[in-house]
């Protein structure tokens, strides 16, 4: 079954090929960093006419890369939510214009199933059920995967997502958005260790919280100035340490109170190279397996949407043109 999959939920245009819900034939991405980088963040307007602009392009570049038409599409899979209302509502015309261009079926798409699923693309991808922790700008959720299209919320942040947190220091430092990459890469060369930054452990649950790390981090500048050279690589580092700290802890306990042994790493800010080492490192440790996707599938993509869409038409939901975007969409 070949699935075309398009996803424009915030500031990516994508769309790709997806084989039986496991072999990606194309997947092409055309981000909008540059538009909003002078903002400091996302501006929805701005997305979602750039999505107008870019999402024909990409959808026609994803078929030429597998070297498909639309004739050959068995299901069309579009992320119908969360997201941003205007740009979710961009791709969700698109997909219903071809369905009835075409004649063929199209589906809605959950945006952090896909992130979920994106595992599946890998050759070893692990079978339900596992914990699944979703870390984005956005989201910063920890979900039970009973099975596919079975989910249970059993931890999230109680107020900034980590990638939010990423995003807000790196502004407060004065480096470009998004924060996640040179946050990231200024690290690398620090202390971790070099100043003590709170850990947010709210109650005997799984839930999270950076926004006193956000605000830390700002009195720390407020009283000892923008740090330059090795200073400004060890705050890096110690920040880092602090969400990769609190977030593996959390997962780890998690898997260790509910019985599980397999869990997943996923979302935008899975891509970051302390969080991937540091829940791997305590995974092994206490005997769990920790699966881990490449870096191109942890950013937004349409492979992952594919993906999606492909479990939820396999357990038997259809689209119809009455389907309408839904900003706020809870996966459970």
Request: proline share 5%; net charge neutral.
């Amino acid at each position: 079954m070949l699935v075309l999959g398009l996803e424009t939920s915030c500031d990516e245009t994508a769309a790709a090929v997806v084989e039986d819900g496991r072999r990606v034939l194309s997947d092409v991405v055309s981000t909008q960093v540059d538009i909003h980088r002078r903002w400091g963040g996302v501006v929805p307007e701005l997305a979602s006419r750039n999505h107008i602009v870019q999402v024909m392009p990409v959808l026609h570049e994803a078929l030429t890369r597998a070297g498909k038409t639309l004739d050959d599409i068995d299901l069309l899979a579009v992320t119908s939510g969360p997201g941003l209302i205007g740009a979710l509502l961009v791709g969700l015309q698109v997909a219903k214009g071809l369905s009835l261009a075409t004649g063929k079926p199209f589906v809605g798409a959950n945006h952090l199933e896909g992130h979920l699923l994106a595992i599946r693309l890998l050759e070893d991808a692990p079978a339900p059920p596992f914990l699944g922790l979703v870390v984005s700008g956005g989201h910063t959720s920890l979900y039970e995967v009973r099975d596919y299209g079975n989910y249970r919320l059993v931890g999230r942040t109680r107020d900034d997502a980590a990638g939010e947190a990423y995003d807000k220091t790196a502004r407060i430092l004065g480096l470009p958005y998004p924060g996640g990459q040179p946050i990231d890469e200024l690290a690398q060369k620090g202390d971790p260790e070099a100043i003590r930054f709170p850990r947010a452990l709210p109650g005997d649950n799984f839930d999270v919280s950076f926004s006193g790390l956000k605000t830390s981090v700002l009195h720390h500048i407020q009283k000892h100035g923008v740090p330059e050279g090795q200073a400004l690589h060890d705050l890096c580092a110690s920040f880092q340490e602090a969400v990769a700290d609190v977030l593996s802890k959390k997962l780890v306990a998690a898997a260790r109170r509910l019985g599980h042994t397999q869990l997943v790493l996923c979302g935008g800010v899975a891509a970051n190279s302390r969080l991937r080492a540091l829940c791997k490192e305590r995974a092994e440790e206490r005997g769990l397996r920790m699966f881990l996707p490449p870096v191109r599938l942890c950013t937004d993509n349409g492979a992952m949407i594919a993906v999606a869409g492909y479990e939820a038409w396999r357990r038997g939901l259809r689209g119809d043109f009455r389907l309408a975007a839904d900003p706020a969409w809870r996966m459970e």
